[in-house]
C-alpha cells in the first residue's frame, strides 16, 4: 500500500468524516459503481446515507473504516456490519468497500479487506459475506482467500440503470 495511507476505525463520524466519505461515495458511484445509489448522485444524497450510517455506529451495528492519506482526507472506505440475527451471531456483512478514483491500484483496497476481516475477528466474527457488482473487486475478494459462491443474474442496477448482476463471496476467519 501508498506508505503515505493509514487506515482508521472510525468511533464517530462527524460531520469532517460525513464530508470526506461523502466525497469518496459520490466519486465511485459517478466512475459507474454498483453500490445502492443511482445517479444523479447528489450531496444531499450521500450525506444523508453517512448520518445514517453514524447512527448505526453509534448503536454498534457496524464497524467503518477510513483510509486516509497525510492530510487527513478520506480516500477509501470499507464497513463490517456486525449486527446479525440472534441464529448468526458468529456472521458479519462487509459492504460499502469504496475507493476514490484517484487512489486505487495502489493496495489501498487491499489494507482496507485486511483491516476489515481483523475488525471482524476483534468483534468474535469468524463468517464474512458479501456481494458484488464490481469486476476489480472481484479480483480483490479472490485474491485475499475469499470463496465465491456464484452470480445472480439481474439483481441490482447499474447507476446509469441498466440491470446487473452480483457475485457472492464469503470467507471463513481465524482458520
Ligand atoms: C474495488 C476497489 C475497492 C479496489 O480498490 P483499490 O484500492 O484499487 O484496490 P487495490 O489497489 O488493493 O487493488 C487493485 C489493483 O491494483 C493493483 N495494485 C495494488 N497496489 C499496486 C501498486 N503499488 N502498483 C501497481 N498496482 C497495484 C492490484 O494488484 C490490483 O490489480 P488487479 O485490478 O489487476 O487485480 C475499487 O476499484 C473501487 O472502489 N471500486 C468502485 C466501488 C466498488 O465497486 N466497490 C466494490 C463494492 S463490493
Not at 49 to 60: D, K, M
Request: hydrophobic letters at 45%; charged letters at 20%.
Amino acid at each position: 500500500m501508498a506508505a503515505a495511507i493509514q487506515i482508521r476505525c472510525l468511533q464517530t463520524i462527524g460531520d469532517r468524516e460525513i464530508q470526506g466519505l461523502s466525497d469518496v461515495l459520490i466519486d465511485c458511484v459517478e466512475g459507474g459503481a454498483s453500490v445502492s445509489f443511482m445517479l444523479p448522485m447528489s450531496r444531499a444524497k450521500a450525506e444523508a446515507f453517512w448520518r445514517s450510517t453514524a447512527g448505526s455506529v453509534a448503536r454498534g451495528e457496524r464497524v467503518v473504516l477510513a483510509a486516509e492519506d497525510t492530510a487527513g482526507a478520506i480516500v477509501g472506505t470499507a464497513q463490517v456490519i456486525v449486527a446479525q440475527p440472534e441464529n448468526q451471531p458468529h456472521r458479519g456483512d462487509l459492504a460499502k468497500m469504496l475507493v476514490h478514483r484517484r487512489a486505487r491500484r495502489q493496495g489501498v483496497g487491499a489494507a482496507l479487506l485486511a483491516a476489515a476481516e481483523r475488525s471482524a475477528l476483534n468483534a468474535g466474527k469468524t463468517l464474512l459475506v458479501l456481494d458484488t457488482a464490481s469486476d476489480d473487486a472481484e479480483r480483490l475478494y479472490a485474491r485475499h482467500g475469499w470463496q465465491r459462491c456464484g452470480q445472480i443474474p439481474n439483481y441490482a442496477l447499474m447507476p446509469d440503470g441498466t440491470p446487473c448482476p452480483t457475485t457472492i463471496f464469503f470467507k471463513a476467519l481465524g482458520s
